[in-house]
């Protein structure tokens, strides 16, 4: 059972459809770290142009997507409550595998440094066990 749904999901951040890229929120420790869920479905919109004969989520969306589960994260911890959570900075952005229609992507995101309103993450996208995308996000809180 999940934690949060989307509903719960958009009392915190400000992204909806269809940019929302979370589907649930399955473990949350405000100001620490959330895991999300996205069940990426052959309907999502970016698919009809990426790529058509081998639909595959971009790269830069599975970022996005990490980037909004650790919004969760920050977001809930009650000095940034009704805030919003911008990137600062990605780096070490690596791509080990695709993401395609029917795949459950688990979105990690842990808090590894802050200071004030800006802070580090450290970022893991994973289907079926398997790592996707890792990265360390930078965020500033506005």
Do not use: W
């Amino acid at each position: 059972m999940s934690l949060m749904g989307t509903k719960e999901i958009m009392e915190i951040i400000p992204h909806r459809q269809p940019f929302l890229l979370l589907d649930t929120i399955e473990e949350l420790e405000p100001g620490k770290r959330a895991v999300g869920k996205k069940c990426v479905t052959y309907n999502e919109p970016f698919f009809a142009g990426h790529f058509p004969k081998e639909p595959v989520m971009p790269g830069v969306l599975i970022v996005e997507a990490l980037a909004q589960a650790g919004a969760v994260a920050i977001l809930s911890s009650p000095e940034f409550k009704g805030k919003t959570a911008y990137f600062g900075a990605i780096n070490n952005a690596k791509f080990k595998q695709k993401v395609v229609p029917g795949d459950v992507l688990m979105l990690e995101l842990e808090i590894m440094k802050q200071k004030g309103p800006v802070g580090i993450g450290k970022a893991k996208a994973t289907v079926n066990g398997k790592v996707a995308v890792t990265a360390e996000l930078t965020f500033a809180v506005s």
